[in-house]
């Protein structure tokens, strides 16, 4: 799951591309089978050391920023 979402955010969200938390259902699922729902919430921080804070809204990307993704902030919960 860490790395479907990794690589559909390395592939598709860049430099002033908003993250639509929606959009990594589709890998998550195609990723895994068995899943019935998700929820997905993303974390943000002003440096890569930070303490993110965590919410179930989309994040606005301006032309100067860049979402960073990495295996190591990515949590999956509730795997049974």
Same mark, same amino acid.
């Given at each position: 799951i860490k790395e479907a979402i990794k690589a /559909? #955010? *390395? =592939? /598709?969200?860049g430099n002033g !591309? *908003? !993250?639509i938390l929606q959009r990594f259902a589709? +890998? !998550? /699922?195609?990723a895994v089978s068995g899943i =019935?729902?998700?929820t997905i919430t993303? #974390?943000?921080t002003a440096s890569?050391?930070?303490? +993110?804070v965590y919410?179930?809204? *989309?994040i606005a990307i301006s032309k100067s920023q860049d979402a960073v993704f990495d295996v190591s902030r990515i949590s999956v919960t509730g795997l049974v």
């Open positions: /559909y #955010g *390395d =592939a /598709y969200i !591309v *908003d !993250v589709g +890998p !998550v /699922y195609a =019935a729902h998700i993303a #974390g943000i890569e050391s930070g303490t +993110p919410s179930s809204s *989309d």
